[in-house]
């Protein structure tokens, strides 16, 4: 099923939601020259650790990070367009993913336990959904700080996931879980592993819940309906461009619909082309100019 | 007066609760006598978790990450295998992984005898051990609860306590004993402490003398200099363990002692391989005086 516009909100494109709209495409154009530049070196040899690209998801990343400021953030392996919208230091990222000392975490992991406390990002270990109950024990305690648990329509169906939507309403915590579902698990699809809805199951357990596109001004929007009703869960439908793990496409086109280029028409119809051109240059040439001067340090 | 092991464990709960420096975590907490009367019977930071085994030792993982000590407690030794993952994937390789730690002070209870069955009974410490970044200890007296106790405290990093049901009741404190003539060196883990009295009681009316260590911590493993002594002049040693014999604690500890002491041979007891059953013929605990004893004579004749 193609979900480009499933539940989507549409929107008054006032200088307010422009104004929102570009502050988040320039997030996702930093995510995506990141990534591009992560995936030509990868794609080259010049480094061999584990990376995860968020290629084709960077809209749900930028998206939240603008809805949800000064937060506690609980991320997954898929994690580089958390780490890189809610400030953290991309020489660290660079450093971490090519394997060095002076990386976030001085070289342990590639991209699965990339961190940043000074952003309140803490680091994942790599089991997928480990996070989400670890989140919800942080937020047990730090009841005044809103936490967001970032996981994976496949980490939904971990059964320590299932129980954790329990916990925290039970102890009605200040929780949003915001769930990547790019309907894959590595390469299997939602269907051939089960049968139910995510925001079905997250409603039956007294949850908030949501099921939408990842069209920005949905996500900003639906945030903001739901940031003072927590807990609550919000299903994000995606598309992975590439590979699971490494550098690599699993077959051309298989995306069915690119959330990039479809906002990035939107702001040159709404008459912002210098403002979209602008962008990928600073960011092409900064991105570019980083991974060289980062890659030089092997 | 002085305390029971059990009042101690509460003495020291009820300090970090009332000062909110901490929770206690874990299912069914007041129910059946407070956890042998070891939580302090109280709503203050007592938390109890809904039976999710898994989720349970990430929410306390969590919490540690909060800036406060959680105590998360596994009323039998059996529910590490299924809390597993969060406490060593998690809370034991944080500091390494993330620089930063991930302080749970995990309370495993064992218990044996006929109403504990194949799967509750006895310590699940040995497979733990294999992960780095996970301090072991089995403390079995309320001084030494106490040292285990301070040492958390002075560290950022998650403590395995593996606890025996035994111990609870009891107040005394153990010592090392040496004998210029002992003719084996015995090291005591866990529940099998408190048969050393028994056999050197049983082993003197025979004329046999040993030397017998208590063993605290398990990892690391502290090496004492009078264990060196004690295996230089007897050159046999026993490790023994509540808990299986084979591939486990005891047996990494018997084999580190045989190789730091030249020409000793250092051998190790348990429970048997083989799953402990209720019925008292299929009963397969901790070594008592009596087995001890009779490995002892086998190995120093």
């Known amino acids: ?298 | 007066m002085e305390k029971t092991v059990a009042e101690t464990i509460r003495y020291l709960s009820k300090k970090l609760l009332d000062n909110d420096k901490g929770i206690i975590i874990g299912q069914c907490l007041s129910a059946v006598g407070w956890v042998q009367n070891t939580v302090p019977a109280q709503k203050k930071g007592i938390i109890e978790l809904p039976m999710t085994d898994v989720a349970g030792a990430g929410f306390a993982v969590g919490a540690s990450l909060a800036n406060i000590r959680p105590i998360f407690i596994l009323r039998f030794q059996s529910f590490l295998w299924l809390n597993a993952s969060p406490l060593i994937n998690h809370a034991a390789k944080s500091k390494e992984m993330f620089g930063y730690g991930a302080p749970v002070f995990i309370r495993a209870i064992a218990s044996e005898g006929p109403s504990s069955g194949p799967i509750h009974t006895n310590c699940y410490h040995s497979p733990f051990a294999h992960m780095p970044g996970l301090p072991i200890c089995a403390p079995m007296t309320p001084g030494e609860y106490k040292e285990i106790w301070k040492n958390y405290l002075k560290k950022d990093l998650p403590m395995l306590v593996s606890e025996h049901r035994r111990s609870y009741k009891e107040k005394l404190e153990f010592q090392d004993k040496i004998f210029p003539k002992a003719k084996l060196s015995l090291f005591l883990i866990s529940a099998s402490r408190f048969e050393g009295d028994k056999i050197l009681k049983l082993l003197r009316s025979n004329g046999i003398y040993v030397d017998v260590f208590h063993i605290l911590w398990l990892k690391p493993f502290k090496f004492k200099k009078s264990y060196m002594k004690s295996l230089l002049k007897t050159k046999i040693g026993l490790v023994v363990d509540s808990t299986y014999e084979i591939c486990g604690v005891s047996e990494h500890i018997a084999f580190k002692l045989m190789h730091s002491v030249k020409g000793s041979k250092v051998y190790n007891l348990g429970m048997k391989d083989k799953s402990p059953g209720c019925s008292p013929n299929l009963l397969n605990g901790t070594p008592d005086a009596f087995e001890i004893i009779k490995k002892i004579k086998t190995l120093i004749k």
């Open chain 1, 1 to 298: 099923m193609n979900y480009k516009n499933y539940n989507i909100k549409k929107f008054q494109y006032n200088s307010k939601n422009i104004a929102i709209l570009k502050r988040i495409f320039k997030k996702m154009v930093y995510i995506r020259f990141f990534e591009l530049n992560a995936y030509e070196s990868r794609k080259e040899d010049k480094f061999k650790t584990l990376i995860y690209l968020c290629l084709g998801q960077e809209s749900i990343y930028a998206s939240v990070s603008e809805a949800l400021k000064n937060v506690s953030i609980f991320g997954q392996h898929r994690g580089h367009g958390i780490y890189l919208s809610y400030g953290g230091d991309p020489r660290k990222l660079v450093d971490e993913l090519i394997g060095l000392q002076t990386g976030t975490n001085k070289g342990m992991g590639g991209s699965p336990p990339i961190f940043d406390k000074k952003i309140g990002m803490f680091g994942h270990v790599g089991l997928i959904g480990d996070q989400v109950p670890v989140a919800a024990g942080y937020s047990l305690i730090k009841k005044n700080k809103t936490v967001v648990c970032f996981l994976g329509d496949g980490a939904a169906e971990e059964d320590y996931v299932l129980a954790t939507f329990g916990f925290v309403k039970q102890y009605n915590l200040n929780i949003i879980f915001i769930c990547d579902d790019n309907d894959l698990s590595v390469l299997t699809k939602t269907k051939d592993r089960r049968k139910w809805k995510l925001n079905e199951i997250v409603k039956s357990f007294g949850l908030k819940a949501m099921d939408i596109t990842d069209d920005p001004l949905t996500i900003y929007y639906s945030i903001k309906s739901i940031k003072n009703k927590l807990p609550s869960l919000i299903n994000i439908r995606t598309c992975r461009e590439y590979w699971h793990e490494g550098a690599g496409k699993d077959k051309e086109g298989k995306s069915f619909w690119n959330r990039y280029q479809i906002v990035r028409k939107k702001l040159i119809d709404l008459k912002e082309q210098n403002f979209v051109l602008q962008n990928e240059k600073i960011y092409k040439n900064k991105m570019k100019k980083l991974w060289k001067k980062q890659l030089l340090k092997l």
